[in-house]
Structure formats: C-alpha cells, structure tokens
C-alpha cells in the first residue's frame, strides 16, 4: 500500500500496532508514504495555493501531489487503484474492504486544506471515498481506517477462527452482547444462558440478541436482510420478552 500524505508520520503509526501491526512485520502488509512536500520545485516547498474564484483556505496544489501519485504508483503492480480521501465520495463499507482486499495493491491519497485541485482527481484518481457524513481535517484518518479494513481481510492475517467468524452468518447484523469474568458486578449477572454450557442455546439466543439489537439500533441493516419465518420468531420473542422486563 502507497500513500500519499504530507503527514506521513502520522499514517505510519497504524504499522506500529495490533493487527496491522503484525501484518506488517510479517511482511503481509507493505505500507509506504510519498509526501508531496518531498516532489516540490519552489524553495519553500509549496503544496498548496489559495483558491481561483476566492474564498476561505487553501486548495491542495496538482504538481507536487501529482509526482508523488507518479512514484506511488511506479512502487507497486498495475491494477492497483489510486483511491482518493474525500468528504464527496462514495461511503466506505465492508463490501469495499472486501473487494478491495481482492487487488494486487491500493494507492491512497489523503486530502488536506479546503480540497485538492479537481484536475488532480479528474487525470490521477480512479475512486473517491468518504468514511461518512461527519467532518474530519483531513484525509489521513479515513486512509488508515480504509487500510486497516482491508489488512484485516487479507489471508493471514487473521487467525483462523476470527477469519471464520468473519464468513459466518452474522454477516449484516451487528454483534451480540458479551460478557466475562466476574459473574456478577454490583448486581448485573451474566445472563444465565451463558453459563449453561448448552452450545446450541447459546448460539441460538447469540443470534437472537444481534437480531433485535440490529433492529432496535440499525434497522437500516435489517431491511437488506428479508427474515425468514424462523428469523422473525426469534425477533418477535426478543421484543416480546423485552416489554416484559
Ligand atoms: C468544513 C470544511 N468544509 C467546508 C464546507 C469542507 C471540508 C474540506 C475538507 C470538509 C472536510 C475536509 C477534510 N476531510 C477529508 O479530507 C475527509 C473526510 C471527512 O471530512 N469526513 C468523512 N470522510 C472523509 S475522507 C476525507
């Protein structure tokens, strides 16, 4: 993976830690940033200029970052996308860590300023990505979050059982609820059903616990999913035994 930031001590760090970490040091992920800063010709390193048409801030200059794009994608195979960081792309999901996960490799561009010179993503830029409708100072954050994502997916990096997990069907819900020792803290149990040791009724009330909590805080998630009839019972029977408690 390339990326091309003026921050890119701050993109590095992800290599320093857990699960990419590791991939890094096991050689699974390769992560390397191009500072435009390092691809300027002026004596005072410019990357950015003020906007034509006026206005507040700065836009991100086209020739430095352009260079930097230029080497990023000489350091890696053809067929590796340029992806650029900004608040107009697309919104970034698992459909596209996966898809992305599947290429030979991913240059990233990471946004500062007001914007980046739109030429910039018309001749250089294959995709435009977004985290989502919130405001953050820079691309930086949304690249890592996107590397972190698709390192995660890449074989080997994960242990068989997350890896596992991750192709089960509580693909599209979100998570269960989970617990460990003590059994009890200031009154609140564990919910008995745990430490039954009754594997298929955990299982069964795992699933019914992502199916209302999907419902009750993402229901946007359960309106892809169409239930089944088993599905439904087992929702009724979560919202059913919640107005009783
Ligand atoms: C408040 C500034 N805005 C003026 C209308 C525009 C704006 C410019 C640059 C807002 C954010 C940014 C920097 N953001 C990103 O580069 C960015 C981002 C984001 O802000 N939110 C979610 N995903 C992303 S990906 C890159």
Not at 149 to 155: F, H
Request: aromatic residues 6%.
């Amino acid at each position: 993976m390339q990326v091309v930031t003026i921050f890119p001590d701050m993109v590095k760090t992800i290599a320093e830690y857990g699960v990419v970490g590791r991939a890094a040091e096991r050689g699974i992920l390769s992560l390397n940033c191009l500072n435009p800063r390092d691809y300027t010709t002026d004596a005072h390193r410019t990357v950015d200029a003020r906007p034509y048409g006026g206005g507040p801030g700065m836009v991100m200059k086209y020739e430095p970052a352009a260079a930097a794009l230029g080497a990023a994608r000489a350091a890696i195979p053809s067929g590796s996308p340029v992806v650029c960081l900004t608040p107009q792309g697309a919104v970034f999901d698992q459909a596209m860590a996966k898809r992305f996960a599947g290429l030979p490799g991913m240059v990233f561009l990471a946004g500062r300023y007001e914007g980046i010179d739109e030429r910039l993503l018309q001749s250089e830029v294959d995709e435009e990505l977004s985290l989502g409708d919130f405001v953050l100072s820079g691309g930086e954050i949304a690249a890592m979050a996107v590397i972190d994502a698709v390192v995660r997916l890449l074989p080997g990096v994960l242990g068989d059982e997350d890896s596992a997990q991750q192709d089960s069907f509580m693909q599209g819900l979100l998570d269960h609820p989970h617990y460990t020792r003590p059994e009890e803290i200031d009154g609140q149990r564990v919910p008995e059903v745990l430490l039954s040791g009754d594997h298929a009724r955990i299982e069964k009330w795992r699933y019914q616990q992502s199916l209302g909590r999907s419902f009750l805080r993402r229901p946007d998630l359960l309106e892809q999913l169409e239930l089944n009839a088993e599905q439904r019972k087992l929702l009724d029977e979560f919202l059913n035994e919640r107005e009783t408690v």
